[in-house]
């Protein structure tokens, strides 16, 4: 079986084939691809070719999670961009919290397949209104052995402000019989490797020169808005940032994501025609040079 059919059956992964512009989607800390469902249907809708792959270690077990690192989680995430530079001309990165540090850290690897980047509630260090003010120490620690000694667990509202939708995904996550401490336990060593792959991520910020499309929720229960301002400071290219007013962290589910949905497609649809613009002068300039 070769990779891109393994790729395919990964269980748990979201692949919705459509045109030659793609987007990768890349779910949370200890999440799933149903986080940006919402988001990946509507992008297809338009025509796009999107894919959410399952992150090695996710989906089960905490345990299992903490067998990986942010390695596995970023090989990962080139597997799925290998895949949608097969089937795309055109491809944007983006990601939810902690997908973010992952889909710029790619973003600055592959400058040249990679054409944009979509980014939904930048978490590089969780230090939102509903994280316990006790959390500031775990920065503290260096070692892993130290770090699985640690057990940490999100809290309500758990990233989402409306009562309904909350009560709605809560069942759906727990619906494959999880309980909710294996979906919103983190052990020590995870949050961890996590602290190791913003640091990456943060070391390369000014070679992200892509356009980048953020949101940012004003009052985010779990990662403050300071992530964000720090992207505008550090990136090396255009940075648009759109602030929500009525949504938690999880803004591709609470109540702004169709405010979410209809600027990430206006983006998408600027990114490739800035593309098709330059590849248009190109071939202009091309045919020019060869009646000279």
């Known amino acids: 079986m070769n990779r891109q059919d393994r790729l395919q059956e990964n269980e748990g992964s979201l692949l919705l084939p459509g045109g030659r512009v793609g987007v990768l989607l890349i779910h949370g800390l200890g999440g799933t691809p149903v986080e940006l469902r919402f988001v990946a249907q509507a992008l297809h809708r338009a025509g796009h070719t999107v894919y959410c792959p399952l992150l090695v270690g996710h989906g089960g077990s905490e ?40 889909a710029l850290l790619l973003a600055a690897r592959r400058p040249q397949h990679v054409h944009g980047t979509l980014l939904f509630s930048p978490t590089f260090w969780p230090n939102g209104w509903a994280i316990p003010w006790y959390f500031t120490f775990f920065r503290l620690v260096r070692q892993k052995w130290l770090a699985n000694l640690i057990h940490l667990r999100e809290c309500a509202p758990y990233g989402i402000k409306d009562d309904r939708i909350r009560r709605f995904v809560l069942d759906s996550l ?119």
């Open 63 to 102: 345990d299992l999670l903490n067998t990986t690192t942010w390695t596995d989680w970023y090989n990962s995430v080139e597997e799925a961009h290998d895949l949608l530079k097969q089937r795309c001309d055109v491809v944007l990165a983006g990601g939810l919290s902690a997908g973010v540090p992952l």
């Open 174 to 292: 727990q619906s494959d019989g999880r309980p909710l401490e294996d979906i919103f336990g983190r052990s020590g060593g995870t949050v961890l490797e996590f602290s190791w792959l913003a640091k990456a991520a943060r070391q390369v910020l000014g070679e992200v020169k892509q356009p980048a499309l953020i949101f940012h929720p004003r009052f985010d229960d779990q990662s403050d808005i300071s992530n964000t301002i720090m992207l505008q400071r550090r990136l090396g290219g255009l940075a648009e940032v759109v602030v929500l007013e009525d949504s938690y962290h999880m803004v591709t589910l609470d109540r702004q994501r169709t405010l979410v949905v209809e600027k990430s497609l206006s983006f998408t649809a600027w990114i490739a025609g800035q593309i098709e613009a330059g590849e248009q002068m190109e071939r202009i300039k091309q045919n020019l040079a060869a009646s000279e």
